[in-house]
């Protein structure tokens, strides 16, 4: 069964700090993986797509890495802001044997609160 | 429009009665998804729209759930006989085309709080 499993559940930090945010999965045949920013009530917004051949990819503070071959991505967010205060969804999409991917399978999330 | 639109944003509603929820997608996204979230989870997937036609219902947990496109563009997804278990955060994304090549991008609402009490 595919699935995707992120780390830590929940952490807190203060404005101006970094940090690392974790991602494994067991999604098979791997196509892509995707960060996406979850405000409360409201919808996942996409912070970055990467492909099997892509290590890393950069959105602004937002650095995201992934390790194909260990199956785990990370995202590191760079000198935090009040306003990164979301959940942050690790996605992971397995190639279809139609080739359209487009079944998504979702972690739970990791609830980061930033703090004055 | 300018992004996915749903409606209504909260549905209070009582167990047993029929509820419908909206999904405006992106004017010209040819593909819409259906997703159920409940508290602390992630989005589950429920149900995928190439065009008018249903590619992939296999998410839909049983017959009292159906969606429907008639036109290809907004979509209805209805839920009948509503139970308890059904409260959760309905969302609707679009994209382009078919996430294909792993370059697609999805678009998701706001989404649509269902909460039956």
């Known amino acids: 069964k595919n699935q995707v499993e992120q780390s830590p559940q929940s952490l807190i930090i203060l404005e101006g700090k970094n940090c690392t945010l974790q991602c494994n999965y067991t999604v098979s045949p791997f196509s892509n993986l995707r960060w996406y920013k979850q405000d409360t009530g409201r919808g996942p917004v996409s912070l970055t797509i990467?492909?099997?051949?892509?290590n890393t990819k950069s959105n602004g503070r937002y650095t995201a890495t992934l390790d194909a071959d260990t199956k785990q991505s990370s995202l590191h967010i760079t000198a935090s802001q009040l306003s990164d205060s979301a959940s942050y969804i690790c996605v992971v999409s397995a190639v279809s044997g139609g080739g359209s991917n487009y079944k998504l399978t979702f972690g739970k999330g990791t609830l980061l609160t930033v703090n004055p | 429009g300018a992004g996915v639109s749903q409606t209504p944003s909260n549905k209070v509603t009582e167990k047993g009665k029929y509820v419908e929820l909206r999904c405006d997608p992106i004017s010209g996204h040819t593909a819409l998804y259906w997703y159920r979230q409940s508290l602390g989870q992630g989005p589950e997937f429920l149900i995928y729209f190439q065009g008018t036609g249903a590619a992939d219902d296999s998410g839909l947990p049983n017959d009292r759930f159906f969606a429907v496109r008639p036109e290809g563009s907004v979509s209805t997804l209805k839920i009948q006989r509503t139970e308890r278990g059904d409260s959760a955060v309905y969302l609707c994304?679009?994209?382009?085309?078919?996430?294909?090549?792993?370059?697609?991008?999805?678009?998701f609402g706001e989404g649509s709080r269902l909460t039956v009490l």
């Open positions: 994304a679009s994209s382009p085309g078919p996430l294909a090549g792993g370059r697609g991008e999805l678009f």
């Open positions: 990467m492909t099997f051949s892509e």
